[in-house]
């Protein structure tokens, strides 16, 4: 028995399927450590805090954030706010009544029906949307439908056959008063006097 053990263990390491087992273990959605998954047909109810990348199967009644450069990916459903601080945001799925915020890029082919978008990079959608989005640059695919408000900073770019409803500005960056150093006035001292007495 402890024999036949270790031989599954051993063929386990080697990334073999021992015999018997009709079906080898199931990677990672990324095909690498360090990936989350909640499969299709799960629910989760409550936050989640992620330091890995995140993909989304099933379906999440809360928020998901990040404070690492993890990578969501949502292919079910979710009801909540996401936010990663130095990753990107993929929506294939739907996405109900929150706010994307993410420190690289968003990609929308599914649905956001939420409040905004905001992304330090690109916004790229090629889905249905309704919110605001605010990024550095905004693309709209052909196949995008939607309404709200648009804000970019650099470049804008919507694709003919888009079905959109937006209002459109381009996000300033704030003056800032720069103030000049006060000037130091130098008077000039005369040399001291100097005097002797001899006695």
Excluded: H
């Amino acid at each position: 028995m402890f024999s036949k053990k270790n031989a599954y263990e051993e063929k386990f390491k080697n990334n073999e399927q021992p015999e018997g087992i009709s079906e080898a273990l199931p990677k990672t959605a990324a095909g690498s450590p360090g990936v989350n998954t909640i499969l299709k047909g799960s629910k989760l109810i409550g936050d989640i805090n992620v330091t890995y990348d995140l993909e989304v199967s099933g379906d999440v009644d809360g928020n998901i954030t990040s404070m690492q450069n993890s990578n969501i990916v949502i292919k079910g459903v979710c009801k909540g706010n996401i936010a990663t601080k130095e990753g990107s945001v993929e929506i294939e799925g739907e996405l109900q009544g929150g706010n994307i915020s993410a420190g690289k890029n968003v990609t929308i082919s599914g649905k956001f029906n939420g409040g905004e978008v905001k992304a330090a990079g690109k916004i790229f959608i090629d889905g249905e949307f309704n919110g605001r989005l605010e990024g550095n640059d905004i693309e709209i695919g052909a196949n995008s439908s939607g309404k709200g408000e648009i804000f970019y900073k650099e470049y804008i770019s919507i694709s003919k056959g888009a079905r959109v409803d937006v209002q459109i500005s381009q996000a300033k960056q704030g003056l800032q008063e720069v103030k000049a150093p006060p000037k130091t006035m130098v008077a000039e001292a005369e040399p001291a006097k100097l005097s002797f007495k001899n006695e």
